[in-house]
């Protein structure tokens, strides 16, 4: 398994402002990616963190509204740009963990935008 | 093509019965069948998972049956706990890129 830090847990910033959600892991992995989970809804997949290339993203998701960085292999960000209201939401980081794929989730950030 | 559907969206289970989560997906490139347990506050944990070439799975009191003929997978949750009330996704996906479930709420009643 693999210990995965984020940073901040929760938030509650002003609609308009950004603001940038920190990912760390404990140990080197080849794949980071960012889930979005709305209040009571399911994760759905944002963006794929390449390190040392620009990140992928969904269908949906763009990379002005969410730019993304991973300067190694054990670190990444999240930026949510221009918020609003309806970026209210978890923010998750995940990791793969070994040669079985297995996917593993950080505690999430709470964001609120007011 | 791109849905996982699960079934029931909340479940109520006495102390020491059986918890049984239904999912149904469409892409059949998909390759591995993850279930996670999230409990409020909490980033999803990973469960139990499944790949296709096997019907059955089980560690300790979770057990995955996989039917890929119906592209049909399931979570039973055998002698069921109160401290097993969270709310459970399965998950369907290859390379690392998943797609989830609504999430079933389960209940265990003490």
């Known amino acids: 398994s693999a210990v995965i830090s984020q940073k901040p847990s929760r938030d509650i910033c002003q609609r308009g402002t950004s603001l940038t959600i920190q990912c760390q892991v404990d140990s080197q992995v080849t794949m980071m990616f960012w889930y979005r989970q709305q209040p009571g809804q399911s994760l759905t997949l944002i963006a794929t963190?390449?390190?040392?290339?620009?990140?992928?993203?969904e269908s949906g998701f763009v990379i002005d509204k969410f730019p993304i960085s991973r300067p190694n292999l054990t670190f990444s960000t999240l930026t949510v740009s221009n918020m609003s209201p309806e970026d209210s939401s978890i923010y998750l980081c995940?990791?793969?963990?070994?040669?079985?794929?297995?996917?593993?989730f950080g505690q999430g950030t709470r964001l609120t935008v007011v | 093509q791109q849905q996982v559907k699960q079934s029931p969206q909340s479940l109520i289970v006495q102390k020491g019965g059986i918890s049984i989560i239904n999912c149904a997906y469409e892409?059949?490139?998909?390759?591995?069948f993850p279930w996670y347990q999230q409990f409020p506050g909490k980033g999803p944990a990973l469960l139990i998972a499944?790949?296709?070439?096997?019907s059955e799975k089980k560690e300790g009191r979770f057990t995955i049956s996989f039917n890929k003929s119906a592209k049909q997978f399931s979570l039973h949750i055998m002698d069921s706990q109160p401290g097993d009330s969270a709310t459970y996704f399965c998950?369907?996906?290859?390379?690392?890129?998943?797609?989830f479930g609504t999430g079933t709420r389960l209940k265990v009643l003490a």
């Open positions: 892409n059949t490139a998909f390759d591995y």
């Open positions: 998950a369907a996906g290859t390379q690392m890129k998943y797609i």
């Open positions: 963190a390449n390190q040392g290339s620009e990140a992928t993203y």
């Open positions: 499944i790949r296709p070439d096997v």
């Open positions: 995940s990791v793969e963990v070994g040669m079985n794929t297995e996917a593993f």
